[in-house]
């Protein structure tokens, strides 16, 4: 059953192979019978009738947000901003005329969102919550829900809710430009469908990624990450998993800040994990990997299939571009899984840290 372990060790290892299965089912979830997207033609009215959306959430929410806002400006052409829930409380962005406040949250009970959402509907916005649990507080609170269909995440570190926001986010950016009669050559349901089968298919190359946590990662106190575009936030993502269930100090930043401060951390053996999933920034990110190896650092690059070289330690398949992350984030994952179980952590249930945040 979806809160027992069965035979995996830990619910993270668990959470993380279900993720296929996971984006096959927000698919049949969110596909009509003729294989267009179905979704709440309120919410696909309340998306049109807006003229930019707020997105909130905390952890790695946040991250999914991140990349929700290119889903949807790039497809929708609608404007988005991207807030950390308690930063958006003390400093409130001067608003839009018409905002439409999006709250991710694999728990819906996140108080830092709460907060957020309590004091958007004084003010008589209109808010949609992305849920893994419907019958949740964020998502009773606010005037539409859209579901994850990702089942009980029982692991603290997010895994599988991090890949379903995305998927529900790319299905809505698609069903608002339809909307607004934008013509797009990218179907999300198919799109996702390939996805699913390469993020499959490295769920069995997990033997790789563990020796890849051993040699980069088992005697480190630090590691990097690096990306531009789209794979600036995977790296993001990758950063936090690493540490709140490894506790090796991590950062992710975009490959073009590296020489405005970071480099200057770079040591001899220093761990430099780089994504290279997207064309149009592929020699850019190359040349900050050159940067670093010249200063000593140990560079682990993961690049996608079309765009690899030789020295990757990793190649994942080949996926539409704006998907990349869903496929790119799952070696973040494996690789932080087992950077923790060599040096001996608490998977499921890392020091100092809660599954939900339920205090400001
Ligand atoms: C906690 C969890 C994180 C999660 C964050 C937001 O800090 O440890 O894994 O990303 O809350 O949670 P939410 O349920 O709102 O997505």
Do not use: W
Not at 109 to 126: M, N, P, W
């Amino acid at each position: 059953s979806d809160i027992e372990k069965g035979t995996y060790p830990h619910f993270m290892l668990k959470e993380i192979d279900e993720q296929p299965f996971v984006i096959r089912r927000i698919i049949q979830e969110y596909q009509d019978e003729n294989d267009n997207i179905k979704l709440d033609p309120e919410v696909r009215e309340a998306m049109k009738d807006h003229d930019r959306v707020y997105i909130i959430a905390c952890g790695t929410s946040y991250h999914a947000g991140l990349v929700g806002k290119q889903f949807i400006e790039k497809l929708a052409q609608v404007p988005v901003e991207v807030h950390v829930a308690s930063e958006f409380s003390y400093n409130m962005p001067l608003l839009s005329e018409k905002p439409l406040f999006i709250f991710i949250s694999q728990s819906g009970e996140t108080a830092d969102s709460r907060a957020v959402l309590v004091e958007i509907k004084q003010k008589g916005y209109k808010a949609l919550t992305i849920t893994n649990v419907p019958g949740s507080t964020l998502s009773r609170e606010a005037d539409y829900t859209l579901h994850l269909h990702a089942g009980p995440e029982i692991a603290v570190a997010s895994t599988k809710a991090y890949t379903a926001q995305m998927a529900v986010l790319a299905i809505l950016a698609v069903d608002t430009a339809q909307a607004k009669g934008l013509q797009l050559e990218f179907n999300p349901l198919s799109e996702l469908g390939i996805a699913a089968n390469a993020m499959e298919a490295l769920t069995d190359q997990k033997e790789q990624l563990e020796d890849i946590a051993r040699t980069y990662l088992s005697t480190t106190r630090n590691c990097f990450f690096i990306g531009r575009s789209i794979d600036y936030y995977v790296g993001l993502e990758g950063a936090l998993k690493l540490k709140e269930i490894s506790y090796i100090q991590a950062e992710g930043f975009a490959g073009g800040e590296l020489k405005h401060g970071t480099i200057a951390l770079i040591e001899e053996g220093t761990p430099v994990m780089a994504l290279a999933t997207q064309e149009n920034v592929n020699y850019s990110i190359r040349g900050n990997v050159k940067e670093v190896a010249a200063r000593g650092a140990n560079p682990c690059v993961i690049s996608m299939k079309g765009l690899d070289q030789e020295s990757d330690a990793f190649v994942i398949p080949h996926v539409h571009e704006l998907l990349t992350p869903l496929v790119s984030v799952v070696p973040y994952q494996l690789i932080s899984y087992y950077a923790a179980l060599h040096r001996d952590c608490d998977v499921d249930k890392p020091r100092n840290l809660a599954k939900s945040v339920t205090v400001e």
